[in-house]
């Protein structure tokens, strides 16, 4: 069964500062990983989508990184703004009971400072 | 980007009600609907995968008398909270997308339930 952990639970850091946030699989066999944000109370947007194929993804100040083999997934975070404050999500995709499903973390709750 | 949408996004009922949350796809046909629920500060939990015309696979553990879905047409999926109890209250998120396709889903913004 997928397990999909994410390190840390919550972060608070001031502006400015560079991030890193830890994402971890169980089962290698995956179609693909993807990076969401959720803000308190709402839905999901998508950030970042890796390919099982591919290493990395970039967006603005986001870079998303895959490690199939290892089972992880690191998102960085470039000179962060008090408006990136929200629950970052983890989720793969893989194959299960007849459908492909994506599988989540408990996300990361970044809190950005002035 | 494809657009989910929800109603209602809010809903308060008295426990033993049912109460009815829609999911539709704006503009794609959605073969493929999945129920989320999420409890604060907590994950995202799958519920359900339904294909459109065919019966929802309900995750282990997971009520498919309690929990109702009906996925009628391409851009439209109904979940059904029968009898609900304070214990279901939580955010019902619901996702589309395209079958046997191992892209992105698309989200809805969600559906906050409160049963008093």
Redesign the interface.
Known sequence: KQE?TQIPAALSVPEGENLVLNCSFTDSAI??L?W?RQDP????T?LL?IQSSQREQTSGRLNASLDKSSGRSTLYIAASQPGDSATY?C?V?GFS???????????T?LAVHP | GAVVSQHPSRVICKSGTSVKIECRSLDFQATTMFWYRQFPKQSLMLMATSNEGSKATYEQGVEKDKFLINHASLTLSTLTVTSAHPEDSSFYICSAGLAGSTDTQYFGPGTRLTVL
């Open positions: 999909v179609y693909n993807q969401f109370g709402k839905g999901l998508s989508l999500l989720a995709r009971g007849g459908y492909n499903k994506l599988i989540f973390g408990a996300g709750r």
